[in-house]
């Protein structure tokens, strides 16, 4: 009876110490499984904001179409303002009753150009590509008349059959013929095309900016027809 009651205890030992093992085992398997999990959360939450974040960047694709129309929107506000002073010098010889007279006019004028793009919706495309954003349109041209202003003379020496008044009011008509002229000139010039594409190009990347999700605007690259 003894060595059965013996046998008896050392089996519930051995029992229990397997059922411990056991329970130790499946709670350490369980730990590592719950560490598991939490390590693989950890990794899809990075994972979802990298994709957020990465999306970020190219979101703005979805707003071009609605940057165009507030390009074309605004295509008067986006003109390159250039400011330009001249000199103009006029020769005046006149002759009445044998009498000659000789005169000079001298005008001193200012003058604004208006320079920008032709923004109507057919003129201009805005893409986008691997390189960033692409606008293709015409070059910038004179969009109104040149402002003519600030205008003061001088005539040196006048000769007595001239009026002084009339001939310079003639002159000055002469301005605006002159003008346009400069501004042909000045439309094609390195700077004055670099001004129109910044104005073009800051209005264009601040209204991006502004859209919703919108984490970068990329580089702007304009491409002339």
Not at 111 to 136: K, N
Not at 180 to 193: N, S
Not at 206 to 218: S, T
């Amino acid at each position: 009876m003894k060595r059965l009651a013996t046998a008896i205890t050392a089996s519930i030992a051995a029992l229990a110490a397997a059922a411990t093992h056991q329970y130790r085992q499946s709670a350490a398997a369980e730990h590592h499984q719950s560490a598991l999990q939490s390590k693989l959360h950890i990794v899809e939450q990075s994972l979802s904001a990298t994709k957020q974040d990465l999306l970020g960047y190219t979101t703005f694709t979805q707003y071009l179409e609605v940057t165009k129309k507030a390009i074309s929107g605004r295509a008067k506000f986006l003109a390159a303002k250039i400011d330009r002073n001249y000199v103009h010098v006029e020769h005046i010889n006149r002759s009445a009753l044998g009498i000659k007279s000789d005169a000079t006019i001298i005008l001193n004028y200012a003058v604004e150009y208006s320079v920008g793009y032709d923004l109507s919706p057919e003129s201009f495309t805005v893409a986008a590509d691997p390189t960033g954003i692409t606008v293709t349109l015409n070059k910038p041209e004179l969009v109104s008349s040149p402002a003519i202003g600030a205008i003061s003379h001088e005539i040196p020496g006048k000769g007595l059959l001239i009026d002084e008044k009339a001939q310079v009011i003639a002159v000055q008509q002469q301005l605006i013929t002159a003008a346009a002229k400069q501004g042909d000139a000045i439309k094609t010039e390195e700077a004055v095309i670099a001004l129109c594409e910044r104005k073009l190009g800051e209005f264009l990347r601040d209204f991006l900016a502004k859209q919703p999700n919108v984490r970068a605007v990329p580089m702007i690259t304009f491409v002339y027809r």
